[in-house]
């Protein structure tokens, strides 16, 4: 029994292991193609660059919370009981379970995205006044809320089943086809026919519903691909369980509302931001509207796209996580969760935070490559890449708190953390200016963090210690890689100008790769990597002649 629970925790965590290298290519393939297209479509843009980009954050926002709410959550919920019903050898009511979801899906995109459309207008306020430009770029966005329900569904459905690379390509193949819209009209408008700039940001924004066909598409041909696999599962399905469509709508719903809230958690707290940054900032300094606008874009969308890439792999991560704690909670196996949220927690750390310190090292030269030289920015996106460790962090714990189906605790912590968010952003703003919504948001979500990593330590006797002794370790070759980064940049400055978008993008090069090979070298040396990534990852390094 012992070599069998031995056995089963090591397929777990390969498993884990597996799952997150999917989610992560898929989640840092397609942010970093995200992030890339911005480099011509921000020089296509000039001199509307950051008022255009703050139309798209704002957009944005709502677009998000609308796909949520379009969703209701159900992606995950389905991932989440059909992971829970194969567990149980019920894969025929997993299926079941899809096909009701994916009718839903089709019902509740079509009213979302009339709502969307029809409420654009009172909508497209910035906490000051309503802008018709915002109206437009937000009722484009509309249209993929009609599509993106379908292709959630379908990931969640391929996730419940631990299998992640469906997921991890059509987030991809989305995301590429997305960027190929937006560069190709941008240039036609902006260069070609030298018209208007918000014509280039709606079809930018257009670009949504054109990457969720393709995303779609990709998905339906694996599950065709898998048509023989998958039958052959539900045919010799236990069949011991019988669930109504009523019931399975019960479910679905019961756990839905809770992801819409939790899900939708970072976009409250931008929410937050873009109804109040606007008239504080305009009550404490004197300074014009498109100034403010421009302020407000530099860190909600231009710090924020970059971040982003390296809290998508907390995100890649917390998905990979849901599907793994669900199938331990069905059978109460504690030691199996806490062994799961462990080797979670490590994992995340063991990524995010070299990459959140390599970040900030290099956040001058990243900014100036993708936006032009901005001192500000550049200062914003230093500051910001930290911001990222608790945004990555918030998002991991949510998704552990999900699987274990403590959504209603997830759900107080959430407001908790919103309230001291929203009681102290004015304070946070008048201090420190630009960087007072990034202060407050922080403040809020450590507040979360705290409660969370307390819950998990008393109610599933997760091992705080071990993750504590591995963040102290990741923390401190972070930290040598940080200084001795700086300290080659500082060398670089003497040759190269980061001012200048080719020669920072040499200093970025150079200094990633020195980076990289610090943190690498320290951790595996230290043991670090062998110990979190599992044994796997050991014949890959004997073959780099970097263990014997």
């Known amino acids: 029994m012992m070599k069998e629970n031995k056995l089963t925790e090591q397929n777990s965590h390969d498993t884990f292991i597996r799952g997150s290298a999917w989610m992560t290519f898929g989640s840092i393939t397609s942010r970093i193609l995200g992030a890339l297209y911005i480099i011509p479509w921000f020089i296509w843009m ?63 995109g079509i009213v979302s995205a009339a709502i969307m459309y029809l409420a654009a207008p009172f909508l497209a306020s910035n906490g000051s006044r309503s802008d018709p430009r915002q109206v437009a770029v937000m009722r484009s966005l509309s249209y993929a809320i009609l599509i993106i329900p379908v292709l959630s569904i379908m990931r969640g459905y391929f996730q419940g089943y631990a299998d992640m690379m469906p997921s991890a390509m059509s987030q991809f193949v989305e995301q ?61 399905s236990a069949n011991e369980i019988q669930v109504s469509t009523i019931s399975l709508f019960g479910e679905i719903i019961e756990q839905a509302i809770p992801f819409i809230i939790i899900d939708a958690g970072i976009q409250l707290f931008y929410l937050v931001d873009q109804y109040t940054f606007h008239p504080i900032i305009a009550s404490v300094m004197n300074a014009n509207y498109n100034t403010i606008e421009t302020w407000y874009a530099l860190f909600a969308l231009n710090a924020n796209k970059l971040i982003m890439i390296i809290v998508s792999l907390a995100s890649a991560m917390a998905v990979t996580a849901i ?15 806490s062994e799961q949220v462990s080797n979670t927690l490590d994992l995340f750390l063991f990524v995010m935070i070299p990459a959140a310190f390599g970040m900030a090292a290099i956040a001058t030269p990243v900014y100036t490559i993708f936006y032009g030289f901005d001192q500000l920015g550049s200062n914003i996106l230093y500051f910001s890449s930290f911001t990222s460790i608790t945004l990555g962090l918030f998002t991991v714990l949510m998704a552990i ?11 107080k912590y959430l407001i908790l953390g919103i309230v001291i968010k929203l009681l102290i952003q004015y304070p946070m703003i008048y201090l420190f200016k630009v960087f007072g919504p990034l202060v407050a948001t922080n403040v809020g979500m450590l507040a979360i963090i705290y409660l969370a990593l307390k819950h998990l330590r008393v109610s599933y006797h997760f091992n705080l210690d071990r993750t504590s002794r591995r963040f102290i370790g990741i923390t401190s070759f972070s930290l040598i890689m940080f200084a001795l980064v700086l300290l080659l940049q500082k060398g670089l400055g003497n040759f190269l100008n980061p001012a200048k978008r080719w020669q920072a993008l040499a200093i970025v090069f150079i200094s990633v790769i020195a980076g990289g090979l610090v943190y690498g070298f320290a951790a595996i040396k230290s043991n670090l990597a062998q110990k979190i990534l599992g044994d796997k990852i050991i014949p890959i390094l004997r073959k780099l002649h970097l263990k014997a």
């Open 46 to 108: 000039e001199p509307y660059g950051n008022i255009a980009n703050a139309l798209t954050a704002r957009s944005y926002n709502i677009y998000s919370i609308f796909i949520l709410i379009s969703t209701a959550g159900i992606p995950g919920a389905v991932a989440k009981q059909v992971a829970k019903y194969n567990a149980l050898n019920e894969y025929g009511v997993g299926r079941k379970l899809f096909r009701r979801g994916l009718a839903l899906m089709v019902m509740l």
């Open 401 to 411: 708190l999900q699987g274990l189906s403590e959504n209603n605790l997830a759900i």
């Open 323 to 337: 599907p793994l704690l669900s199938a331990a909670h069905a059978k109460h196996n504690i030691h199996e969760i």
């Open 176 to 236: 590429l086809a997305r960027v190929i819209w937006m560069l190709l009209t941008a240039f036609i408008i902006m260069q070609v026919q030298h018209g208007s700039f918000v014509d280039a940001v709606v079809q930018s924004n257009l670009a949504a519903a054109i990457g969720a066909i393709f995303g779609i598409a990709i998905l339906v041909w694996f599950l065709l691909s898998r048509r023989q696999k998958l039958n052959y599962l539900v045919e010799n």
